[in-house]
């Protein structure tokens, strides 16, 4: 038996004798992982409040011990300790009611390459056992997904298999976006809200094929009618890695650059960045300069920042929303064939809430997905806990000839569901699952699958698959998507 396919049956082995053997304490219960998602609204209403009251508030999370305590960057390689500060890592939190009397909702973006979905309940217990904000029915916590900022994750520690989170500084993280929250709910006002949307050309690059992106960035402002609060939400697809791998210094990379641009140029305003559907993998267009280090990667983010902020503040054709938001989670359970990540699992790298299938030696982990509409559906926002793959959304999937696995892709496609005018996505909301990839391109290395990124039949590396969860997330994910839109039309 040569090496490899040694490696590849020892850690296979491994992983299901530990998920067949670990004691129950080790797994979660499905009302224990889901005890604290907030489910939304059971039916969609069509009933209209008098106006929109909003709220905003943030937390600088950037630890003040940053020069003297290790902590890791992640997003690249592992063992690369932060030696500075090149902009601060926030969490930005808008609270919104529409009211109706049917509860408050909550759009939490934070500074991170991926938060799980563990952190995020422990984040919506602080919120909700405060007794601070009355009537909430929905708390949805997204990543920015910066390659800059420091290990929320755990993958890019030390060495590998060595946890690269920092306890402390999660907890402080987590004190803080609740506080956030908190402080959105308590700065509120009455106002209106509009949106707009402008598609964007020659700023993406897709570094897999097929070559497909949503390249709309799109505005919702919140305008108080006194004047003194002005709220900008912008929905935008690319990855935050424009620092590149060699950077030491902790950043939110280009959505800090895009909020400051925004904010220098609207009076009384404050800006959150949701990012959209980046597997695949979506990022900016001189991405490739940025991987090769022939460009002044710190000059690049602030440029490409600054752009965004400025196509966002040049948007003038608006639409103001009726004001009424409906929103449905739902739990999802994931059949986990990476038994690479389950054993980083099991190592105390990863913290995902999981469950499993003793008898199968599978691993299952506990997520979950969301929908949420604005106006009187006229935008259509999918929650969706990873990197989705844009085809997922759009449909322009590669052909049965071009596919890896020569099968055609059969799904109903998120940009087919629902009723909604505008419909976007917004990527590694409550949790982080990494790629979300169509099946019939879903392609594993033969020798160390999930270690190293296949080489298909024309030659085309599948890195992605080896972030990933299995071949069956996209399609449980779709599903219970469809599942929630069925239940409340």
């Not at 809430?353 to 997905?369: F, L, P, Q």
Request: overall charge neutral; glycine content about 8%; some cysteine.
């Amino acid at each position: 038996m040569n090496t490899d396919k040694l490696v590849r049956k020892s850690l296979l082995g491994l992983s299901k004798s530990i998920i067949f053997s670990m004691p129950e304490k080790n797994f979660t219960t499905s009302e224990k992982a889901n005890k604290y998602m907030l489910k939304g609204d059971n039916k969609f209403s069509t009933q209209k409040g008098e106006h929109f009251t909003c709220g905003f508030g943030k937390s600088v999370l950037t630890p003040d011990d940053i020069k003297i305590r290790k902590y890791f960057i992640a997003g690249y390689d592992s063992n690369n300790p932060a030696q500075g500060v090149l902009d601060d890592m926030f969490a930005r939190a808008v609270y919104i009611d529409d009211n109706t009397g049917r509860g408050g909702v909550v759009i939490c973006s934070v500074d991170a390459v991926g938060i799980s979905r563990k952190d995020i309940n422990k984040i919506r217990k602080l919120v909700i056992e405060s007794g601070k904000i009355p009537s909430l029915k929905s708390i949805n916590i997204c990543a920015t997904h910066s390659h800059s900022a420091i290990d929320t994750q755990g993958l890019w520690g030390e060495k590998l298999f060595k946890c690269g989170r920092d306890e402390d500084f999660m907890k402080h993280l987590r004190k803080l976006t609740a506080d956030a929250i908190i402080k959105a709910y308590e700065n509120r006002s009455d106002g209106r809200m509009l949106y707009s949307v402008k598609k964007t050309e020659e700023l993406q690059y897709d570094c897999r094929t097929p070559d497909t992106y949503d390249s709309n960035l799109t505005k919702i402002r919140f305008e108080s009618f006194d004047g003194k609060k002005n709220i900008h939400i912008i929905n935008f697809a690319s990855h935050a890695e424009l620092l590149g791998s060699c950077t030491k210094n902790v950043s939110a990379d280009f959505p800090a650059y895009m909020i400051k641009e925004i904010e220098a140029n609207n009076e009384n305003c404050d800006a959150v960045f949701i990012n959209g559907a980046i597997g695949g993998m979506i990022s900016a267009k001189e991405i490739k300069k940025v991987y090769r280090e022939t460009i002044d990667c710190e000059a690049y983010t602030k440029e490409f920042g600054k752009n965004l902020g400025e196509i966002a503040n040049s948007l003038t054709a608006v639409t103001e929303l009726a004001p009424l938001i409906n929103v449905k989670s739902a739990s999802v359970s994931i059949s986990a064939s990476n038994y690479v990540l389950i054993l980083a699992r099991f190592l105390g790298v990863l913290n995902n809430d999981i469950s499993r299938e003793r008898n199968k030696g599978v691993a299952s982990i506990y997520s979950e997905v969301g929908y949420l509409e604005l106006g009187e559906k006229e935008i259509g926002m999918f929650l969706i806990p990873g990197e989705l793959f844009p085809e997922l959304f759009n449909g322009e999937f590669l052909s049965e000839k071009e596919s890896a696995n020569g099968k055609k892709a059969n799904y109903n496609i998120l940009k087919e569901q629902g009723s909604a005018k505008h419909k976007f996505v917004v990527g590694l909301c409550n949790d982080e699952l990494g790629y979300i990839i169509p099946d019939n391109d879903f392609f594993l290395d033969s020798k160390l699958p999930y270690i190293n990124g296949g080489h298909d039949k024309f030659d085309r590396n599948h890195y992605e698959e080896t972030n990933s969860i299995g071949p069956n997330t996209a399609r449980t994910l779709l599903e219970a998507t469809e599942k929630i839109i069925k239940s409340i039309e």
